[in-house]
C-alpha cells in the first residue's frame, strides 16, 4: 500500500523567508503531483514531476523529484501573503491505473 | 472549454436517502476518478475509472457506486447515505501519460452534509 507522508503539516511563515515542503512515498513511483487549495476552493495544480531529477519553477516556488530517495520537495522563495494556502502533494502509482495517493496537505500561513 | 464540471455543489441528505453527484469532462479524458476530503486529511480515492465500462475501487469504496456508459459521465451514487459520508467530494480527470501530459483536472466539488 502506498504512503505519502508531507511534512511540515503547519508552517507559519514571514514575508521575505524561504523554506521548503518535504514530501515523501512509500513505493515506486515516477509521477509526482503538487497541488493548491484555497479554503473552500478546489485543487489548483502547480507541478507535474514525471522523471527522476525533474526540477520545475514558477514564480516563488521550485518543485523537484528525487525517485530514488523517494522524496519530493516544495521549495518556497520569498514568501509573499499570496502564498497561504493548502499544500498537497499526490503520487499516482501509474501503469493501468489511475490511482492517485494524496497527502495530508501543508497549511501555509505567509505573515507580515 | 468547461473541463470537469460536478453538480450539485451542496446537497444536504437524511440519514438513508439516497442520490447522485454528477461528474462531467468534455477533456475527452479516459481517466476519471471520485476522491472525498475530511477536514485535516488528504484526498482519499473512493473509485476510479480508466475508461467507458470499467471501473475499479479505490481505498475507501464503502457505500457507493459507480458506472461509466460514457467517455464524458462518471456519476457517483450514494446508495443510503450515512453520516460518515459527510464530506466534500471532488471528481477529477486526466488524459493518458505521453507529449503534453498535463496530470489531473479536479472539479469544483460537491459539498454533502448528511444530517
Known amino acids: 500500500e502506498l504512503k505519502v507522508e508531507q511534512n511540515p503539516l503547519f508552517l507559519s511563515m514571514q514575508e521575505g523567508k524561504n523554506y521548503t515542503i518535504y514530501c515523501n512515498y512509500s513505493t515506486t513511483s515516477d509521477r509526482l503531483y503538487w497541488y493548491r487549495q484555497d479554503p473552500g476552493k478546489s485543487l489548483e495544480s502547480l507541478f507535474v514531476l514525471l522523471s527522476n531529477g525533474a526540477v520545475k519553477q514558477e514564480g516563488r516556488l521550485m518543485a523537484s523529484l528525487d525517485t530514488k530517495a523517494r522524496l519530493s520537495t516544495l521549495h518556497i522563495t520569498a514568501a509573499v501573503h499570496d502564498l497561504s494556502a493548502t499544500y498537497f502533494c499526490?503520487?499516482?502509482?501509474?501503469?493501468?491505473?489511475?490511482?492517485?495517493?494524496f497527502g495530508t496537505g501543508t497549511r501555509l500561513q505567509v505573515t507580515l | 472549454n468547461a473541463g470537469v464540471t460536478q453538480t450539485p455543489k451542496f446537497q444536504v441528505l437524511k440519514t438513508g436517502q439516497s442520490m447522485t453527484l454528477q461528474c462531467a469532462q468534455d477533456m475527452n479524458h479516459e481517466y476519471m476518478s471520485w476522491y472525498r476530503q475530511d477536514p485535516g486529511m488528504g484526498l482519499r480515492l473512493i473509485h476510479y475509472s480508466v475508461g467507458a465500462g470499467i471501473t475499479d475501487q479505490g481505498e475507501v469504496p464503502n457505500g457507493y457506486n459507480v458506472s461509466r456508459s460514457t467517455t464524458e459521465d462518471f456519476p457517483l451514487r450514494l446508495l443510503s447515505a450515512a453520516p460518515s459520508q459527510t464530506s466534500v467530494y471532488f471528481c477529477a480527470s486526466r488524459s493518458s501519460t505521453g507529449t503534453g501530459f498535463r496530470g489531473y483536472t479536479f472539479g469544483s466539488g460537491t459539498r454533502l452534509t448528511v444530517v
Open positions: 499526490a503520487v499516482d502509482i501509474g501503469g493501468t491505473a489511475s490511482k492517485l495517493t
